[in-house]
């Protein structure tokens, strides 16, 4: 196994039959991982009747709605452990990322570098949103680049494809940020690490079905959690 998609899943059982078919229709030598947060709506045991057509699905079930950051803490070391990839794409279920770009984040990532899919970059755009919610999104990347002194335009963006030499550098025990504030943390750790990141236009498109997980709570955890880690030393 090449590449390994780890997919956080919450209440996303009428996203995730679209998701794996998608990605099996890309022809690349993947694997998918599940990490579900215990979904009232049975997309755990969704995964599970999948994985039975899908031999390359596997499922990581969690007790309850643990957060973000952590389900993709627990999928990366996962995928450390128990695979053979040689780089780990995390995305979305619910195709505000599109499944066909995956294969332009792995070609990015070859080289060693971290790869971000962007939506502030030439090519790179977001369908769907209204203009508070645009504005939010280019405030906090601006906010948290200026202060953590990432090379990005996108620094808040969650589609990714990282090379698994970079995940075995960095210590993921030391992860703190649970909402969106974790594509943040992890991209200034990697920064930290001496890790080229690299952006890769994408278009961004508003989830089809279901709620966003975007609540006021996790834009203020965002807020403090950047200067946390801009008082920080020993950061890796």
Same mark, same amino acid.
């Given at each position: ?11 996303? @059982? $009428? ?5 794996? /078919? ?7 030598? %993947? &694997?998918?991982? *599940? ?57 979305? @279920? $619910? ?5 066909? /770009? ?7 990532? %070859? &080289?060693?570098? *971290? ?122």
């Amino acid at each position: 196994m090449e590449i390994l998609v780890v997919v956080p899943t919450y209440n996303e @059982a $009428d996203n995730l039959p679209g998701l794996v /078919a998608a990605l099996a229709g890309l022809g690349l030598d %993947l &694997g998918l991982l *599940v990490v579900d947060d215990a979904s009232p709506d049975g997309t755990g045991e969704l995964a599970q009747q999948l994985g039975q057509t899908y031999p390359w699905l596997s499922l990581l079930r969690r007790a309850g709605k643990l957060g973000l950051g952590s389900a993709y803490v627990e999928g990366f070391a996962w995928a450390l452990a128990n695979t053979r990839a040689s780089f780990v794409v995390q995305m979305d @279920a $619910d195709f505000s990322h599109d499944p066909r /770009a995956v294969p332009s984040l792995v070609r990015a990532a %070859l &080289g060693g570098a *971290v790869a971000i899919g962007s939506r502030y970059v030439p090519g790179g755009r977001v369908r769907n949103w209204g203009l508070g919610r645009r504005l939010l999104s280019r405030g906090g990347s601006l906010y948290s680049r200026l202060i953590l002194g990432l090379p990005l335009k996108d620094v808040t963006g969650g589609f990714k494809c990282w090379p698994r030499r970079v995940l075995e550098s960095l210590d993921l025990g030391r992860v703190v940020s649970d909402g969106y504030g974790f594509q943040v943390e992890m991209n200034y750790r990697a920064h930290r690490a001496g890790c080229r990141l690299v952006e890769v236009p994408i278009c961004f498109e508003d989830r089809r079905v279901g709620q966003s997980k975007m609540t006021l709570g996790i834009g203020l955890e965002a807020l403090t959690m950047v200067w946390r880690l801009r008082l920080q030393k020993d950061l890796r």
